[in-house]
């Protein structure tokens, strides 16, 4: 998705079409995984911290987290660390 929406010397409507909605069919997957979990292993473990910068470039990839309310939650609990937040924020 990042590539075709951000680094693509031209448009591909296909590409943009294709990934768009693997990429929401993906989150929508996270979003019934967290359904009754705080986090994705149950307890906050790897799973989660190697899925985050994923869905921390959701504004990237066009996608609402509000149209996927266990995901919100997730990415709001775990942004909301603070030791994280500050890593994230890195360059």
Same mark, same amino acid.
């Given at each position: %998705?990042?590539?075709?929406? !951000?680094a /693509?010397k #031209?448009?591909v409507?296909? &590409?943009i079409?294709?990934?768009y909605? #693997?990429? +929401? !069919?993906?989150?929508?997957v996270l979003?019934t995984?967290?359904a009754g979990? #705080?986090?994705?292993? &149950?307890?906050?473990?790897?799973a $989660?911290? +190697?899925?985050?910068?994923?869905v921390f !470039?959701?504004d990237?990839? #066009?996608? $609402?987290l509000?149209?996927?309310?266990n995901?919100k !939650?997730?990415? $709001?609990t775990?942004m +909301?660390r603070?030791?994280l937040a500050? &890593? %994230? /924020?890195l360059?």
């Amino acid at each position: %998705m990042h590539h075709f929406k !951000r680094a /693509a010397k #031209e448009k591909v409507p296909y &590409g943009i079409n294709h990934y768009y909605n #693997e990429c +929401a !069919r993906l989150y929508d997957v996270l979003n019934t995984r967290l359904a009754g979990w #705080e986090y994705l292993a &149950g307890d906050i473990s790897i799973a $989660d911290f +190697a899925t985050l910068p994923w869905v921390f !470039r959701h504004d990237w990839q #066009e996608v $609402d987290l509000n149209n996927f309310p266990n995901v919100k !939650r997730w990415y $709001d609990t775990l942004m +909301a660390r603070p030791a994280l937040a500050k &890593g %994230m /924020a890195l360059p």
